[in-house]
């Protein structure tokens, strides 16, 4: 899929924007001050497949822990910054590889001035994010908060950045509902030529977030925009990261990552499918190929619903037909069935 192009800005060794991929992001849930847990964290995240991680930067502790993090994190290091430009300061000094800010809350002009200039002098790119609470504008029933004002604002701290020829931008804006956040990223891709982070933000606990990221950010990424994504949910980082990689995958900007089929069920099942599909998925999740894996309920319908798979179960009657390249190879009773689908997904050649 064609991506549109967007200035290159790189995070330590990590490239966003100007090439056709998003970059996967998440935000940690531990202080970074509590360093060793802090650490756990990232690594996990980073092998589950995060590229970048954000961490909150609430006081000089967590600052200075930066220098201990981005010194054993596999993956670049972003620091969360709100209110006190001296925090981005010291996190930049400590080995923060890029940092956020909202300028609506990061204070004066000079505030900004000082955090651009530690900035440049150690090559660390700095993602701008454009709230809808936190604009100048102060919106009512009457006068609400439009995607333009979002735009207006973001120009105002963009052009803040240019005049100090400063370029290592990355933009996000969040609205105070979906559409709103479409039509923003729509018209700040027209607008900017820096690379966007996607995500809607507060999107809630996992069944209602990722129903609602997929439904704000599938727009965008096929209109090619977004060059790195975070799919906020209330749930363990971990979880972000499958997700993006889910719904990067599906939209065929995410390779090397199996596709994971299950039947609804019906009235044909005799098997324990709801099971045995989470234990595939869950399985699957380690493996680094494009491999199509489906569980189907029945023998009947199973095989050719599934059609195009390498590898699938169908289920009988308590037993499990395992067909490979759309021919049945085995018959499995329960407890067989998953550990061989596993050993003929290892060691099929794609
Ligand atoms: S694959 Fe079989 S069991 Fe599953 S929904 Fe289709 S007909 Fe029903």
Same mark, same amino acid.
């Given at each position: 899929?064609?991506?549109?192009?967007?200035?290159?800005?790189?995070?330590?060794?990590?490239?966003?924007?100007?090439?056709?991929?998003?970059?996967?992001?998440?935000?940690?849930?531990?202080?970074?001050?509590?360093?060793?847990?802090?650490?756990?964290?990232?690594?996990?995240?980073?092998?589950?497949?995060?590229?970048?991680?954000?961490?909150?930067?609430?006081?000089?502790?967590?600052?200075?822990?930066?220098?201990?993090?981005?010194?054993?994190?596999?993956?670049?290091?972003?620091?969360?910054?709100?209110?006190?430009?001296?925090?981005?300061?010291?996190?930049?000094?400590?080995? +923060? $590889? /890029?940092?956020?800010?909202? *300028?609506?809350? !990061? =204070?004066?002009?000079? #505030?900004?001035? @000082?955090?651009?200039?530690?900035?440049?002098?150690?090559?660390?790119?700095?993602?701008?994010?454009?709230?809808?609470?936190?604009?100048?504008?102060?919106?009512?029933?009457?006068?609400?908060?439009?995607?333009?004002?979002?735009?207006?604002?973001?120009?105002?701290?963009?052009?803040?950045?240019?005049?100090?020829?400063?370029?290592?931008?990355?933009?996000?804006?969040?609205?105070?509902?979906?559409?709103?956040?479409?039509?923003?990223?729509?018209? +700040? $891709? /027209?607008?900017?030529?820096? *690379?966007?982070? !996607? =995500?809607?933000?507060? #999107?809630?606990? @996992?069944?209602?977030?990722?129903?609602?990221?997929?439904?704000?950010?599938?727009?965008?990424?096929?209109?090619?925009?977004?060059?790195?994504?975070?799919?906020?949910?209330?749930?363990?980082?971990?979880?972000?990261?499958?997700?993006?990689?889910?719904?990067?995958?599906?939209?065929?900007?995410?390779?090397?990552?199996?596709?994971?089929?299950?039947?609804?069920?019906?009235?044909?099942?005799?098997?324990?499918?709801?099971?045995?599909?989470?234990?595939? $998925?869950?399985?699957?999740?380690?493996?680094?190929?494009?491999?199509?894996?489906?569980?189907?309920?029945?023998?009947?319908?199973?095989?050719?619903?599934?059609?195009?798979?390498?590898?699938?179960?169908?289920?009988?009657?308590?037993?499990?037909?395992?067909?490979?390249?759309?021919?049945?190879?085995?018959?499995?009773?329960?407890?067989?069935?998953?550990?061989?689908?596993?050993?003929?997904?290892?060691?099929?050649?794609?």
């Amino acid at each position: 899929m064609h991506r549109l192009e967007t200035h290159p800005t790189f995070v330590k060794n990590v490239q966003i924007g100007g090439q056709n991929k998003v970059v996967i992001q998440t935000m940690g849930t531990i202080p970074p001050k509590e360093k060793e847990k802090a650490l756990e964290e990232i690594i996990t995240c980073a092998n589950a497949g995060a590229e970048l991680f954000r961490m909150s930067v609430l006081d000089e502790l967590d600052a200075k822990a930066f220098a201990f993090l981005s010194a054993n994190s596999p993956i670049p290091l972003i620091a969360d910054i709100h209110f006190d430009f001296k925090l981005a300061i010291l996190a930049i000094e400590n080995g +923060a $590889s /890029k940092i956020r800010i909202n *300028p609506g809350n !990061i =204070g004066s002009l000079d #505030a900004i001035n @000082k955090i651009i200039e530690t900035a440049k002098k150690y090559g660390v790119p700095i993602r701008i994010g454009v709230n809808s609470g936190s604009l100048k504008k102060k919106a009512s029933l009457e006068n609400p908060i439009t995607a333009n004002d979002l735009i207006k604002e973001c120009a105002e701290m963009v052009k803040i950045f240019e005049d100090r020829q400063f370029h290592d931008i990355v933009l996000s804006l969040k609205g105070s509902n979906i559409m709103e956040t479409i039509e923003a990223y729509r018209l +700040a $891709s /027209k607008t900017f030529p820096y *690379p966007l982070h !996607i =995500g809607i933000t507060e #999107a809630g606990i @996992k069944e209602v977030g990722l129903i609602r990221s997929a439904a704000g950010l599938s727009p965008l990424l096929l209109d090619g925009i977004g060059d790195t994504i975070r799919i906020s949910l209330s749930e363990s980082p971990v979880e972000e990261v499958k997700a993006c990689k889910r719904l990067l995958h599906d939209l065929n900007l995410y390779d090397n990552y199996p596709t994971f089929i299950s039947c609804p069920t019906c009235g044909r099942t005799e098997v324990n499918l709801i099971p045995m599909a989470h234990r595939v $998925s869950d399985f699957l999740e380690t493996i680094h190929k494009p491999i199509k894996v489906a569980i189907m309920g029945c023998i009947v319908n199973g095989p050719g619903e599934a059609r195009g798979v390498h590898l699938g179960l169908a289920g009988g009657k308590k037993h499990w037909a395992l067909f490979k390249d759309g021919k049945v190879i085995a018959t499995l009773n329960e407890d067989e069935a998953f550990e061989r689908l596993k050993k003929e997904i290892i060691d099929y050649k794609i």
